[in-house]
């Protein structure tokens, strides 16, 4: 029994780094991609955003150098992941595709909507690399987007922390973790759940969000079974 036909998993760049915190640890990349073979055996319909952070971070790198330039850099960044991901996946035997905002045909296709939604219905799993393809547009924002345009039900949002906090655990040791909130509290309170166009992007366009830790790859496949993990947010 899946609660979810059509996900979209958003991992960040970090996700993939493991303990190093930097670059790709592949026994990482093998448990999380593990456990995406398991949903898509389910009969799970699965897109992924990556972002880049394990290689560059535009915003932190952008203050000493063009903004833009900077994000550029990080769309690069996200599109080797997205390699990553796609290797892994399919010497798992996952039919994948790699499609990108920024056109590089040697490596991968063009993002298209439509072709995007064909994959998914024929159980390859499709990874979207380099956000949205702009500068000053962050990969939460690209996820929120992806989502709306190929009509997932919810956005799997895997973090470094288990939930949605009213404060920052890792700072405040009274920080409250919430089981359910709506996007307009998200907002109000200033989270910082994703960044504030995600959050109104997918307020907007009605798309729930789950938070979870990404430490436990398991959770994948809890939250695609219904059980109880992290934080819903809708």
């Not at 910082?192 to 959770?219: G, Q, R």
């Amino acid at each position: 029994m899946i609660a979810y036909k059509r996900v979209l998993l958003k991992l960040s760049g970090e996700a993939l780094a493991g303990k190093e915190g930097h670059g790709i640890d592949p026994d990482t990349v093998g448990a999380i991609c593990d456990k995406i073979k398991e949903i898509v055996e389910m009969g799970v319909q699965v897109s992924i955003v990556v972002g880049g952070g394990n290689f560059w971070r535009g915003p932190r790198n952008g203050r000493t150098m063009d903004r833009a330039s900077a994000d550029y850099m990080g769309m690069l960044a996200t599109a080797m992941n997205g390699l990553a991901l796609q290797d892994a996946l399919e010497t798992r035997g996952i039919y994948t595709r790699l499609q990108t905002a920024i056109e590089m045909r040697e490596i991968a296709e063009p993002y298209i909507r439509r072709k995007a939604i064909k994959h998914l219905e024929r159980g390859r799993v499709v990874i979207f690399s380099c956000g949205t393809g702009h500068p000053f547009f962050s990969t939460d924002t690209a996820a929120a987007l992806r989502a709306a345009e190929t009509e997932s039900e919810v956005i799997l949002l895997a973090k470094t922390i288990d939930g949605v906090y009213s404060a920052d655990p890792k700072l405040d040791s009274s920080a409250v973790k919430y089981d359910e909130i709506s996007y307009k509290d998200v907002l109000a309170q200033d989270l910082k759940v994703m960044d504030s166009t995600a959050t109104a992007l997918c307020k907007d366009n009605n798309i729930p969000l789950l938070v979870f830790a990404i430490s436990e790859p398991e959770n994948i496949v809890k939250a695609i079974k219904g059980e109880k993990v992290g934080t819903i947010v809708k």
